[in-house]
């Protein structure tokens, strides 16, 4: 197995050890995370870890992509896997700030339908011998997930000390970008949805 697609592991493995960080129930055994005062904004040490491991990920998904293409090492697992990985982290991740409740769930809710929806796509058109490459929106769509996702565990610092809803326009721009991506990759494969046999 070549670098890339152990990069591509590893990220897989991060997504259970972010969790079990976010989630832990450290007041069950006694621990109380250190919180650090920026302003009046509060930032947990869980936070600051769980940051630290999804920003590691997410530098695996732009080092994993950089190799495969420059070293010419690209596999067909690394197709297959690096996609998935991608959106097993970012999906957890959102998710996790839903279980939270710290976030709306309908923007996240949309995110998810997207993902289906093009998966479905991509499945149908591959059946049909097509290779659908990434859209620029969709593109898009990824980094400003990954944005959103590190503001949110940073409780929006530094635009909360202005009181500025950066992290929450953020996520509804991703929503929006993922749905105009969806609609995209599903205009561009309508011959292959709605071909009749």
Not at 74 to 92: C, E, H, Q, V, Y
């Amino acid at each position: 197995m070549n670098l890339p697609n152990r990069l591509t592991i590893f990220r897989i493995i991060l997504v259970p050890v972010v969790v079990l960080v976010y989630l832990f129930p450290y007041a069950q055994f006694g621990i109380e995370p250190v919180t650090y005062y920026i302003g009046a904004v509060p930032l947990s040490m869980v936070n600051i870890v769980s940051l630290i491991i999804y920003v590691v990920a997410a530098l695996t998904d732009a080092l994993d992509g950089h190799l495969a293409r420059s070293r010419n090492m690209i596999t067909t697992f690394g197709k297959f896997a690096d996609p998935i990985a991608d959106k097993m982290l970012t999906t957890t991740m959102f998710l996790l700030f839903v279980s939270r409740g710290i976030i709306s769930p309908v923007p996240v809710i949309i995110m998810i339908c997207r993902d289906i929806v093009v998966d479905g796509c991509r499945m149908l058109a591959a059946t049909n011998g097509k290779v659908v490459a990434a859209q620029m929106l969709g593109k898009v769509k990824t980094v400003l997930q990954m944005v959103t996702i590190a503001l949110i565990l940073l409780n929006n610092l530094p635009f909360e000390l202005w009181s500025l809803p950066v992290s929450d326009v953020l996520l509804w721009m991703s929503a929006f970008v993922s749905l105009a991506s969806g609609i995209s990759y599903m205009n561009q494969l309508k011959g292959d949805i709605m071909e009749s046999k």
